[in-house]
């Protein structure tokens, strides 16, 4: 009885209201833990529980990438916005046409960020893909951390006929 009434009056009731405004990941995180923590009477699971749905929204959100193609007389250019790794390398390789043949390709990596290996493979597929089909392809914009990352693993600049190996 005493840990009822002690819940009862620690509990932050004006959550309720916030539900209301609070973004959909948000309201859904705070239900999730307070049903997990109310129906095992244990607050770590709770709170473990949200932290790892907390995690599931952040890099569901920062997986989104947008890469806004421009078609110029000289070529194509391709402005990529977002974070690349591993989470969102699908949606960038998925992003670009390569039925383009004999055309200048630059890629801007201005409002980009290159995290891991898989985000150096999708642009190695990118350019190689480009490349097979005659085109000239240009990398620019990369931020220092990104660039080192590029330097370090990508294969499209060790042969500029090179196919991607089979994974």
Known sequence: GIMIMVSIGTFDWSSFSYLRKAPK???????????????THDLSKGVIAGVILSAIFFVAKISRIKVAKEEHKNGLLFNVEGQLFFASVEGFVNSFDFTVENRSVVIDFSNSH???????????????????????VTIKGLDSASKKIVDKLAIYNNNSNKKMPAH
């Open 25 to 39: 990941s948000d309201a859904a995180v705070m239900l999730v833990t307070v049903i997990i923590v109310v129906s």
């Open 114 to 136: 290159i995290w891991d290996d898989s985000a150096v493979g999708a642009i190695d597929k990118v350019v190689i893909k480009y490349r097979e089909q005659n085109n000239s």
